[in-house]
């Protein structure tokens, strides 16, 4: 097992998804296709930060990374530029809510960071 470093970023996903359901239910208002673009732009923020967090540790142990982030790369932007191409240039989506949902992993990070954190005493 590997020793985790206090301030790790380790539930940033879990926090940033609460983050994307509760800025989805507020978008509501302005109709379901802002919402969805905030959840759609949101989720595909949050599943970038978990493929980082899961394979670039991965990509770093293997015997050739650089072969292996290239083929992870030549997986990944085909399928993102298939889902923008099908949420935004269909409409499926706002284009504005997509855009500020893409905006709420960086928030999260950086409210996480910034957070003043209490001292555990022992």
Not at 15 to 23: D, F, Q, R
């Amino acid at each position: 097992m590997e020793a985790r470093e206090e301030d790790s970023l380790e539930g940033a996903a879990g926090i940033a998804l609460v983050v994307m359901i509760l800025a989805s239910l507020a978008a509501l208002p302005w109709g379901v296709k802002a919402a969805g673009g905030l959840a759609a732009g949101a989720g595909i923020g949050i599943t970038g930060l978990l493929l980082l967090q899961n394979l670039a540790p991965r990509a770093s142990r293997a015997k050739r990374p650089r072969r292996w982030l290239w083929g992870l790369w030549v997986i990944k932007f085909p399928i993102l530029c298939s889902l923008l191409y099908f949420l935004i240039g269909r409409e499926w989506v706002s284009p504005v809510a997509f855009c500020v949902g893409v905006g709420v992993v960086p928030a999260t990070l950086t409210t996480i960071t910034l957070w003043p954190r209490r001292k555990k005493t022992r």
